[in-house]
């Protein structure tokens, strides 16, 4: 008899289970060749669930317009006796509102991989948007 008291102690019936807290969804538009849209994508959801963040692609109700490119650049082997150059990964975006605002520009680059690259610039993009939601300090 106390162990069915003590388990009813430990599991009341009617105690609603935790809410499980539901992302907030982002909706963008990602303007970019097709694989380098699923990239950026990809990316997006992988960090931004970090930070309760769903993003979806939506062509026409979209909360940012974002132009994305990946392009191939070169960096410099400053090595004893190795010298020339090799390529690297570079990617660009533009993130504007609904409203086509511009809201902030920036690339990077020397990464290895447009995967590097486009990593990069989905943890910038988040960094700016949560950047973009605090309130201002007085």
């Known amino acids: 008899m106390l162990a069915l008291a003590l388990l009813v102690l430990a599991f009341p019936a009617n105690v609603p289970a935790k809410a499980a807290v539901e992302p907030e969804t982002v909706k963008v538009k990602i303007e970019a060749s097709e694989m380098d849209r699923r990239l950026l994508l990809q ?4 960090h931004g669930a970090e930070h309760g963040m769903k993003f979806v692609l939506d062509e026409k109700e979209f909360n940012y317009r974002i132009e994305f490119a990946t392009e191939q650049g070169h960096a410099w082997n400053a090595g004893a006796g190795s010298g020339g150059s090799y390529n690297t990964s ?3 975006a533009t993130v504007y509102d609904e409203k086509d605002g511009e809201l902030f520009h920036f690339s ?8 590097g690259a486009t990593n990069a610039v989905a943890k910038e993009i988040i960094k700016r948007m949560l950047k973009l939601k605090e309130t201002p300090k007085t």
Request: hydrophobic share 20%.
């Open 108 to 115: 990077r680059a020397q990464r290895r991989t447009d995967t």
């Open 90 to 92: 570079e990617a660009k």
């Open 43 to 46: 990316k997006l959801n992988e």
